[in-house]
């Protein structure tokens, strides 16, 4: 646990001791994960849209039992339970609900209304303003380096954008795994910094080892539509080129292979999964074969990141991958951020020519 403080309106906001993030991953950030980081100090975000009602309900009480720190959950917003997950966090008094896509106003209302923090990602000025004008407490804002779904802007350009347009915290995404980034992060005006694939090569990381060494080695993201659609940068690698020269036959095939697949591990039913097909349609201007292909997404990624089959699944991950080389703890992550990035602050601080008398 490091000594130093930075206070900052996110720290306020959520009351975590450190304005840095551990963004809601996928078959990654689970409870284990998300309690490490927030024993660390942090905010840890708990992804549950790889879960049942139930099971979130179940992850959400482990994580109480391994720390009393505030966390947040991750939720999609077009969910056909969305609201039943909302009453299940106010219900739980969870501090922050995240969301990947725009929560309605009357969404981000209820939480609001209940204390719960609401802190929406976005990927454009615009998408910052309106969910801001809705209520949002917080945003977090991610530039086209970081993993998953990203946009073609990068951090450096997005960032001052959407600090200079909203009134509330913004949190920067993308491209961040020290303190340097921290500081300039500080320095662009935002309120801290998330981070996804930094995380997940910790050694907190329930993310099997085996993959986490193929991270370690491998230094090229590609960002491809093959996968559901839609803009996901990835780690390159013989499985994704295979997707790249796949026809679009091919493509929807597998995906609606993948779909039945993920329909019997989520216990969903077809109407309940065709349900969420339209509300994500509607949410994102998608046709009906793509969302058809966003059904690869929960399968190809649980290959590589809870089976450990590399081979038959996707790694979804930022730029930073290639200049990370160790896995340490959460604690040990958090505190050299922390550190470093005071001390960045205060190198800056020295080089400043006193003012002339």
């Not at 099971?55 to 109480?64: K, P, S, T």
């Not at 969420?276 to 509607?282: F, L, S």
């Not at 470093?340 to 020519?353: C, K, P, T, V």
């Amino acid at each position: 646990m490091t000594g130093q403080v930075l206070d900052t309106p996110l720290t306020r906001l959520t009351g975590v001791r450190h304005p840095v993030v551990q963004t809601g991953m996928g078959w990654v950030a689970g409870p284990r994960l998300v309690s490490a980081v927030a024993n660390a100090g942090g905010l840890g975000i708990l992804a549950s849209a790889t879960m049942t009602l139930e099971q979130l309900g179940g992850a959400i009480r482990e994580v109480r039992e391994r720390t009393g720190a505030p966390f947040g959950v991750n939720l999609r917003a077009d969910a056909g339970d969305a609201g039943e997950r909302i009453d299940l966090l106010i219900r739980e008094r969870v501090k922050v609900a995240s969301f990947a896509l725009a929560p309605r106003p009357e969404l981000i209302a209820r939480l609001k209304d209940a204390g719960v923090v609401v802190i929406p990602s976005v990927g454009a000025r615009r998408h910052a303003e309106k969910v801001a004008a809705w209520g949002a407490d917080a945003v977090l804002v991610q530039g086209g380096e970081g993993g998953g779904h990203t946009g073609p802007v990068a951090t450096t350009l997005l960032l001052p954008q959407v600090v200079d347009a909203v009134d509330v915290p913004v949190i920067a995404a993308g491209g961040f795994f020290d303190g340097r980034g921290l500081a300039a992060a500080l320095a662009y005006g935002a309120a801290g910094v998330a981070m996804g694939t930094r995380f997940l090569l910790t050694s907190d990381s329930a993310v099997p080892e085996e993959v986490k060494n193929v991270y370690l080695r491998t230094a090229e993201t590609t960002v491809t539509r093959q996968v559901d659609g839609m803009p996901h940068r990835v780690l390159r690698s013989d499985l994704v080129d295979a997707l790249e020269r796949s026809g679009r036959a091919a493509a929807l095939l597998r995906a609606a292979r993948n779909a039945a697949r993920f329909r019997r591990l989520s216990g969903l039913s077809w109407r309940a999964m065709i349900a969420d097909g339209r509300a994500m349609k509607r949410g994102k201007d998608l046709s009906w074969s793509q969302v058809l292909m966003a059904a690869n997404t929960p399968m190809l990624l649980k290959a590589a990141m809870v089976d450990g089959r590399p081979d038959l699944g996707v790694m979804a991950s930022g730029q930073v991958v290639a200049v990370i080389d160790d896995l340490p703890s959460c604690a040990e992550l958090i505190g050299s951020i922390v550190t470093g990035a005071a001390e960045a602050i205060a190198a800056q601080r020295s080089h400043l020519a006193a003012p002339a008398p």
